[in-house]
C-alpha cells in the first residue's frame, strides 16, 4: 500500500501521532488491534490521504461527514450500517487519544442526527442476505443432541447459552482478529457460590461501543432458571468446573493451545451442531444464514416480541441509543398479517350497519 511521503517524514522525525498512524497502516500489533479495526482505519487514512483531511486527530466533525460520502463511492455499499462502523472506528481511535466523541458534541449533535437520517434516505446500499435469529428451540436441540460429559461439547453449549442469554456479541466468545475482547475467567463471578450458584454476573471490559482505553466496562447478569432442562447458569458454573486451571487470565472459552476461538471455527462448529439437530427441529434449516450474530439477533428478538420497552432493551444490549434497539420490538410479518383481521372487522361492522 502507498504510503504518504510526509507521513513517512513525520514518522521518521519522531510525531508521536504519525508513529501511531504508520503503525496502524503496517500491522505493528503494539500499537492498534488486528484484523477488522485495523482494516477499518487504514480506510480512513486512506480516505483522508486523498481528500487532504487535516488534522487526522482530532478528527474534525467535517471530516466524519466526508468520510461516510467518500466511503459509499468506494466500495462501501452496505449503506448507513456499514459506514458507520467505519466512523466509529475513528472515534474510537479519538477517544483514546484523549478526545471526545464529536456525535455527543453539542454543536455537532443536530448535525449528526439529520445527517444520519438523510444519509439512509438518500444513499442506496446493496441488500445482503440477513443471518437468521437462534430461537430457544435451536438451543435446546443442540443441547439434547450433544453428549455433555465431553467437554468440548459441555464449553459449545455453554457459550451458546451465554450468547443467547446476555445478548452480547460474538467477539466476546470468539474473535476474527486479536481477542481484546474476549472473555477471561476473572470476568466471570458467581453468587453465592460456584457450587450452588443463583446468579452470574459477566463483566465485559470492552464492547464494540467501549473501547477498552476508556476503561467504562459493561456488567451483565444471568439469574438461575431451576425450570429449563439446560440452565445457562448451571451450565457456566459446570464448564468452569471443567474448564479451569487456576489462571484467572484464560480465556473461558478457547481452542486446544488456549487461544481465544477464531470466529470461522465457532461458526463452522455451529452449523454442524445445528446439522445434527435439524431432525429435532419442527421446519428445515438453512445453515448458511446462521453465525455468530444469531444469537444477540435472537435474543433481543425474544425480549422485543414479549413487549420490552425500547429503553430496556437498549441497556441489555449495550446498544449507544435507543433507536438501534427499536428494530427489535418493531411488529413482525405475522404480527402484520394479524392485523388484516383487525382492518376486516371494520368491514364487517360498516356492512352491518350499511353505513357508507
Known sequence: MHVPADLRLGAAQGDVLDVTVMRIIEGDSNAARQGKTRSLLTKFF??????????????????????????????????????????????????????????????????????????????????????????????????????????????????????????????????????????????????????????????????????????SPFWTAIGRQRQLPFCPVDLLSRHMRTAYRGRPGDFVFSGATGAALSRATFTANLRRRLAVAAPMLPAPVDLRRFSGVSFRKGCLSTLGALGLPSHRLADHADHSSVESSRIYTLDTLADRAANSTMIASQFLSSSSSSSY
Request: with cysteine; hydrophobic share 40%.
Open 46 to 215: 486512506t480516505c483522508a490521504h486523498e481528500t487532504g483531511a487535516l488534522p487526522l486527530i482530532p478528527t474534525r466533525a467535517a471530516t466524519y461527514f466526508r468520510f461516510m460520502c467518500w466511503l459509499s463511492a468506494n466500495g462501501i455499499d452496505s449503506g448507513w450500517v456499514g459506514a458507520l462502523k467505519y466512523v466509529t472506528a475513528v472515534v474510537h481511535l479519538n477517544r483514546s487519544l484523549g478526545f471526545e466523541d464529536f456525535r455527543k458534541h453539542p454543536a455537532t449533535l443536530f448535525y449528526w442526527e439529520r445527517f444520519r437520517r438523510n444519509f439512509k434516505q438518500m444513499v442506496q446500499s446493496a441488500h445482503k442476505a440477513m443471518k437468521w435469529p437462534i430461537r430457544p428451540g435451536h438451543l435446546e436441540a443442540m443441547a439434547l443432541s450433544t453428549d455433555l460429559s465431553i467437554a468440548d461439547n459441555l464449553a459449545a453449549i455453554c457459550s451458546y447459552f451465554l450468547l443467547f442469554f446476555c445478548g452480547c456479541r460474538i467477539g466476546h466468545v470468539a474473535q476474527s482478529g486479536t481477542a481484546t475482547d474476549a472473555l477471561r475467567w476473572e470476568d466471570i463471578h458467581f453468587e453465592p457460590s460456584l457450587m450452588e450458584p443463583t446468579t452470574v454476573y459477566v463483566c465485559f471490559r470492552s464492547t464494540k461501543t467501549r473501547p477498552r482505553a476508556a476503561d
